[in-house]
C-alpha cells in the first residue's frame, strides 16, 4: 500500500471564495488538509478557525504549507504567489487578471520548479478551450452580463463616467480585450483572462461587458471557433456574499484541489 502525505494548503484571504474554501477542507477534503490562513483581519480569523490552525500573515504562509490558493484582492497576488514559487510549491490563483501584470511570476515558476494553476472558477468550458489550442482557433468572443451591483464601482466606469445605477434597459459598458479589462474591471473580469489563458491569449479575445438591470445573476457566454470544432456555453452564476464573485467559484478550487490528491482526475 502506498499513501502520500496530505497535501498541506494555505488560503490567502477569507473572503467569499476563502471562507468558502477553508470549510470544505474543514469539512474533509481527501488528500488535502488546512494548513494554516491569512486574512486581513487576524483577530477576527482566529475567531473563526479551529483551534490548531494557525492565522498569520501573508509571509507566514509559506513554510507551513505546500501549497496556497490565493483569494485577495488582485493587488495582493506577488506577495501571496512569490514566496511559494520560489520555494518550488503550488499556487492557486483566483485573481486571474493580476497574472498579466505579474509575468514574472510565471518565470518563477518555471525558475525553480512551481506550477501556478488557474481553475476555470466561475466560468465555462476552459477544458474544451485548452483542448482547442492544441490546434488552431480562430476565435473567442465572451460577452459577460451582470446586475448592476456586480458592476457598479469598477475604474472602467468611474474613469470614464458611466453611470449604471439608474439604467432601465442593458447597456453595453465595454468592448475590447482582457487585457484591457482587467485593469479597468479588476475585480469582476477574471474570467475573461482565465479563457484567454486557456485559449488565444488577453489580446486576441474578444470580449464585451453588459450592465443589465433585469439580472440577479451573473452571465457569461462564450463563442469559440476552431479547426477542431466550434463551441457556444454559458454560464448564469448565483452570486456568493460577494455581489462580484458567484458561487460556484469557490467550488471550483474545491474541485481543483480535490483532483490534486485523486486517483481518478476527469476532465483536462
Ligand atoms: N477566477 C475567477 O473565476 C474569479 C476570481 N475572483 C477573484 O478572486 C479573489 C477573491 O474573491 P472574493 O473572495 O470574492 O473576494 P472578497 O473581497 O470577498 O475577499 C477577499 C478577502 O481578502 C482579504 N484581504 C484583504 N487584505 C488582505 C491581506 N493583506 N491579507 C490577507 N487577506 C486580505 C479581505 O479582507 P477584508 O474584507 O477584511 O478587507 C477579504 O476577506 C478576488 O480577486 C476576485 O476578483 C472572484 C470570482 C471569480
Ligand atoms: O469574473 C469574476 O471575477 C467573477 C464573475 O464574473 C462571476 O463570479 O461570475
Redesign the pocket.
Known amino acids: 500500500m502506498t499513501s502520500r502525505a496530505p497535501l498541506r494548503v494555505a488560503v ?7 471562507t468558502a474554501v477553508v470549510a470544505a477542507l474543514q469539512a474533509g477534503l481527501p488528500g488535502c488538509r488546512l494548513a494554516a490562513v ?4 487576524l483577530d477576527a480569523a482566529r475567531a473563526r478557525l479551529p483551534e490548531g490552525v494557525p492565522a498569520v ?2 509571509e507566514g504562509l509559506e513554510p507551513l504549507a505546500d501549497l496556497v490558493v490565493e ?4 493587488a ?1 497576488l506577488p506577495a501571496i504567489a512569490e514566496p511559494f514559487l520560489r520555494a518550488g510549491k503550488g499556487v492557486v490563483v ?4 493580476a497574472l498579466l501584470r505579474a509575468g514574472h511570476l510565471i518565470d518563477l515558476a518555471r525558475e525553480h520548479g512551481g506550477q501556478i494553476t ?2 476555470t ?3 465555462i468550458g476552459l477544458d474544451a478551450v485548452a483542448a482547442a489550442a492544441e490546434g488552431v482557433i480562430h476565435s473567442v468572443r465572451m460577452v459577460t452580463r451582470k446586475p448592476v451591483r456586480g458592476l457598479v464601482g469598477a475604474p472602467y466606469l468611474v474613469e470614464n463616467d458611466i453611470a449604471i445605477e439608474d439604467i432601465r434597459e442593458p447597456l453595453r459598458v465595454f468592448r475590447g480585450t482582457p487585457r484591457e479589462a482587467a485593469v479597468g474591471f ?3 473580469l ?2 475573461a483572462v ?1 479563457l484567454s489563458l486557456a485559449g488565444i491569449g488577453p489580446d486576441r479575445t474578444e470580449l464585451e461587458i453588459w450592465a443589465d438591470p433585469a439580472l440577479t445573476r451573473n452571465t457569461h457566454r462564450i463563442e469559440v471557433e476552431a479547426d477542431s470544432a466550434s463551441f457556444a456555453m454559458s454560464i448564469e452564476n448565483i452570486p ?3 455581489p ?3 458561487r460556484i ?1 469557490a467550488l ?1 478550487v474545491v474541485a481543483c484541489l480535490r483532483k490534486m490528491g485523486a486517483p481518478l482526475r476527469v476532465g483536462t
Open positions: 490567502a484571504g477569507l473572503g467569499a471564495v476563502g491569512s486574512a486581513r483581519d500573515p501573508l483569494a485577495a484582492p488582485a495582493l483566483l485573481s486571474a487578471g488557474v481553475p472558477g466561475a466560468l479588476p475585480a469582476n477574471n474570467v482565465a456568493s456574499e460577494n462580484k464573485t458567484g467559484t471550483s
